[in-house]
């Protein structure tokens, strides 16, 4: 049964500054397990609100950081502007100061933080899980920036990746890489890919990318995924 739920505006400081997001969590008492949920190259649109709703209603505390600062778009041409000119240290550092952020609340288990990025936001999930030993696991989907390969060999959790066989901006040939430095630094690591789905395919705000027989395939993945990672692992 799904849990009954409350969504939020939420605020922490990063490097000295302020990061806005939005966070939804289950209203039942108890601590439980945080996400961070790493937008598009669109930003913080409805979409990503959506998103942490539906895993708060599976139990998570889910906490959405607006790495643009209020700007959203839907024009590709302004998206890519946006996505190009990110400070990508500063975005990086205030994902990972939403870790602390979420340890302070208390209804947060402070050991079982995970994570999932879309699109720009799988780049920068990826990143983060490069500089920190602090989040459990990783949900990376279709990622369009790619890490240097000296970085990724420092991802010190598991990973679950999900990709359109048709995705032109993240190829195969990207995933097969970035696959092939996972298995040769031994990090743990599932990939799937979805036929008939390109880029973006979880987005049903944008129904040229949206395609939903991947986003139904690879949703309960997703879940059980972090079922796994961060409701049944014991603290280390």
Request: charged share 25%; glycine share 8%.
């Amino acid at each position: 049964m799904p849990e009954r739920i409350v969504s939020m505006h939420a605020f922490y400081k990063s490097r000295g500054e302020g990061v806005d997001a939005f966070l939804s969590r289950p209203t039942a008492s108890g601590k439980w397990p945080a996400i961070l949920i790493i937008h598009e190259w669109w930003g913080l649109e409805d979409h990503f609100r959506d998103m942490t709703r539906r895993f708060a209603r599976e139990g998570y505390v889910a906490l959405a950081p607006d790495l643009y600062h209020g700007k959203v778009t839907g024009d590709r041409e302004e998206a890519a502007r946006l996505k190009t000119s990110l400070d990508l240290d500063r975005a990086t550092q205030e994902i990972l100061d939403g870790i602390p952020y979420l340890r302070g609340l208390p209804f947060v288990n402070p050991t079982k933080i995970g994570i999932v990025g879309f699109c720009l936001g799988g780049g920068l999930a990826l990143l983060a899980v490069c500089r920190t030993k602090e989040i459990a696991a990783a949900v990376i989907y279709f990622q369009s920036m790619y890490p240097d390969p000296g970085e990724l060999m420092n991802i010190a959790c598991p990973i679950l990746g999900h990709y359109g066989e048709d995705d032109i901006y993240t190829p195969r040939s990207e995933v097969e890489a970035f696959e092939q430095i996972l298995k040769a630094n031994d990090k743990p690591y599932e990939i799937h890919f979805y036929k008939n789905a390109g880029h973006a395919f979880m987005n049903d705000r944008h129904p040229e990318l949206y395609r939903k027989e991947a986003a139904e395939a690879s949703w309960p993945r997703t879940l059980e995924f972090f079922q796994r990672q961060l409701k049944e692992r014991n603290p280390s």
